[in-house]
């Protein structure tokens, strides 16, 4: 089960990191995606920190890497699974944990603190994903 397991997950991670650098390339095209890729690429746009990444994802294999104790790919995994939260209010405690901090909400320009982090994250439903995971995210 657990050679199974590993498998699956780098095929799984390879195909993420390959459509990862797709999006990157489409973005610097000036293509829009829409639904949630359109969410995706917002969320790379949004980390600076990994542009360099992001234009070379397709290449990394390592499914340990990491940058500065981050791995870049499941960080914005996270990122990607708020919004689409957000987007689906599903769960619709994540939308109240954000309606509640600012007053209103703006899904792909909201840059979440890490307070608000924090309170999405201790939702069930995040939770048990983010548990899946099973990663240093932040």
Same mark, same amino acid.
């Given at each position: 089960?657990?050679?199974?397991?590993n498998?699956?997950?780098?095929?799984?991670?390879? #195909?993420?990191?390959?459509? +990862?650098?797709?999006?990157?390339?489409?973005?610097?095209? %000036?293509?829009?995606? !829409? %639904? *949630?890729?359109?969410?995706l690429?917002?969320?790379?746009? *949004?980390?600076?920190?990994? &542009?360099?990444?992001?234009? #070379?994802?397709?290449? +990394?294999?390592?499914? !340990?890497?990491?940058?500065k !104790?981050?791995?870049?790919?499941?960080?914005?995994?996270?990122h990607?699974? #708020?919004?689409?939260?957000?987007? $689906?209010?599903?769960?619709?405690e994540?939308? $109240?944990? /954000?309606?509640?901090?600012? !007053?209103?909400?703006?899904?792909?320009? #909201?840059f979440?603190?890490?307070?608000? &982090?924090?309170?999405? /994250?201790?939702?069930?439903?995040?939770?048990?994903? /983010?548990?899946?995971?099973?990663?240093?995210?932040?």
């Amino acid at each position: 089960m657990d050679k199974f397991f590993n498998v699956y997950s780098s095929i799984c991670s390879k #195909i993420y990191r390959s459509r +990862i650098k797709e999006l990157w390339d489409f973005g610097k095209e %000036g293509i829009i995606p !829409g %639904g *949630e890729d359109a969410r995706l690429l917002e969320v790379l746009k *949004e980390h600076r920190e990994y &542009y360099k990444v992001w234009g #070379i994802a397709d290449t +990394i294999d390592d499914p !340990g890497y990491t940058i500065k !104790g981050v791995n870049p790919f499941l960080h914005v995994a996270a990122h990607l699974l #708020i919004e689409n939260q957000l987007a $689906e209010e599903n769960p619709k405690e994540v939308r $109240e944990i /954000l309606w509640g901090k600012w !007053g209103q909400i703006s899904t792909f320009n #909201i840059f979440f603190s890490s307070t608000a &982090y924090s309170q999405i /994250l201790k939702c069930e439903m995040s939770k048990a994903v /983010l548990k899946q995971m099973g990663a240093n995210l932040f």
